[in-house]
């Protein structure tokens, strides 16, 4: 399944690419296809050590909602915190909108086993 990742990024430490890296290698595991937004800040040399600015933040989400509503995107995964996220709210609200599958990821270890 081609499964969008959605969560909380800015005022995170290191916008929350590392939870994002957790989450997108932990669905893959299942054998998903995963449309990471913290993989796209890094193809766009986003430094995540500095919160990006209006501009840049919008056409990042621009850029994933594009892929969001892609016809083969089938799927929404919601990561622990989103609801705190107006980027995260806007996604969820689109994937609802156009019927994709809507899935709220429970929180991950802290620690790898």
């Known amino acids: 399944m081609r499964i969008y990742l959605a969560g909380p990024m800015r005022g995170k430490p290191g916008l929350n690419h590392a939870a994002f890296d ?3 290698a932990m669905l893959r595991t299942y054998g998903h296809d995963v449309h990471s937004p913290a993989e796209m800040d890094r193809a766009r040399n986003v430094d995540p050590s500095v919160e990006p600015s209006e ?3 919008r056409a990042l ?3 994933g909602i594009s892929r969001l509503i892609d ?6 995964a919601l990561m622990p ?4 996220s107006g980027g995260s709210w806007l996604e969820y609200e ?6 994709l599958q809507i899935i709220k990821l429970e929180p991950l270890p802290d620690h790898e086993p």
């Open 94 to 99: 689109i994937a609802e909108a156009i019927g």
């Open 61 to 63: 989400l621009r850029a």
């Open 22 to 24: 957790r989450y997108a």
């Open 55 to 57: 501009m840049v933040v």
């Open 71 to 76: 016809p083969s995107t089938e799927a929404i």
């Open 81 to 84: 915190g989103w609801e705190h």
